[in-house]
């Protein structure tokens, strides 16, 4: 499976962006997407996952700011991110868990949060 996520940028502190990511395959029903970043000197960490059904896991960090969703039919899931502070600053990646619990990982995105 290959995922290609979009959407990182430069923004200003309390500004707003959206990740997208889209699969090579169709999601299926049993697949978990999720979003990690990784600062710098820091390791990895679980931003948001979501289920075929929807429900999600949030970090506490960035609840109430940050939306994660899905849609099944075109095989994507995004991020939208708001009030964003400059401790978002990281590199995003998107990924898919199977249910066999393999895991597949994106490129990884860029997203700096400064004035």
């Known amino acids: 499976v290959q995922l290609q996520a979009s959407g990182g940028g430069l923004v200003q502190p309390g500004g707003s962006l959206r990740l997208s990511c889209a699969a090579s395959?169709?999601?299926?029903?049993?697949?978990?997407m999720g979003w990690y970043r990784q600062a710098p000197g820091k390791q990895r960490e679980l931003v948001a996952s979501i289920t075929s059904t929807g429900r999600t896991n949030v970090a506490v960090s960035v609840k109430d700011r940050f939306t994660i969703s899905r849609d099944n039919a075109k095989n994507t899931v995004s991020l939208q991110m708001n009030d964003l502070k400059p401790d978002d600053t990281a590199v995003y990646y998107c990924?898919?868990?199977?249910?066999?619990?393999?895991?597949?990982w994106g490129q990884g995105t860029q997203v700096t949060v400064s004035s």
């Open positions: 990924n898919l868990r199977t249910a066999s619990s393999a895991n597949y």
């Open positions: 395959r169709r999601i299926f029903s049993s697949d978990v």
